[in-house]
């Protein structure tokens, strides 16, 4: 942690979050939680989400704020 | 020193969030900045003559965390997501039970011991409300703020607080059940 990475990733139109983490288990080197938490435009969704062209998704790590 | 804040003049601290049937909308302010949250006004000045009550929560650095000794920490922050749930988990809270208003604070970046880092004040016509309010505040944020602690020990080592452990459960509402929960 610290900071983030940011990746900018083509998916076909309707994808949804699920398909996106599988996108991103598929990438080298980058391990990801068997249940990631996800965020789309700031808020936390599920990962049947549908997604928009221009989408922010962001994995969220366990959090520890407060 | 960057602040983060939204104060009352920049139109961005919401006004209404009241619950069903109120007689007047609840007010909440949210902020999220790398500067003291003690010198932070808006704490302190929650409420009117039509509030009986009001209450001010602080969390602040503690020097112990399961047995290691705290030299100091970092929070860091998805910072456009902190505010807006931040500010959700207070509209909740003030649909949820009646008061007037509530503004709470996180602070980012380097803290040493005994700083505030988490602050919510409440002011209601009665007392009841306040407590349960800041209850639910409190107990929300660190459910669910993209917020992360790095400890740094007075041993010389650092670790992110939750960090080995994957989250059990995901989705909105409950992004991380910490199996070891803490209550300050």
């Known amino acids: ?66 | 020193m960057i602040s983060d804040r939204e104060g009352r003049g920049g139109g961005s601290d919401g006004e209404g969030g009241g619950h069903e049937g109120a007689e007047h909308p609840s007010t909440v302010e949210v902020f999220l900045t790398d500067e003291p949250l003690e010198s932070l006004d808006a704490l302190r000045r929650v409420g009117t003559t039509a509030d009986g009550a009001t209450l001010t929560f602080e969390g602040r650095v503690r020097d112990l965390n399961e047995g290691r000794r705290v030299a100091r920490l970092t929070y860091e922050a998805y910072r456009e997501m902190a505010e807006k749930e931040l500010r959700q988990i207070c509209e909740e809270a003030a649909t949820r039970f009646e008061v007037a208003e509530i503004v709470a604070a996180h602070r980012i970046g380097i803290l040493e011991l005994g700083e505030v880092s988490v602050s919510i004040s409440v002011a209601a016509p009665h007392r009841a409300p306040c407590y349960e309010a800041s209850r639910y505040v409190i107990e929300e944020l660190k459910r669910r703020l993209p917020i992360w602690k790095h400890e740094e020990y007075t041993d010389g080592t650092a670790s992110w607080v939750g960090a080995p452990e994957p989250p059990v459960g995901a989705g909105p509402g409950r992004p991380n059940e910490r199996p070891r929960e803490r209550q300050k």
């Open chain 1, 1 to 66: 942690m610290s900071g983030s990475r940011e990746y900018d990733l083509p998916l076909p139109a309707g994808s949804r979050v699920a398909d996106l983490v599988a996108s991103l288990r598929a990438i080298p080197g980058l391990e990801l939680p068997e249940h990631p938490v996800v965020a789309v435009n700031q808020e936390y969704a599920e990962l049947d989400r549908r997604l928009e062209s221009g989408d922010e998704v962001a994995l969220i790590p366990p959090v520890a704020g407060g």
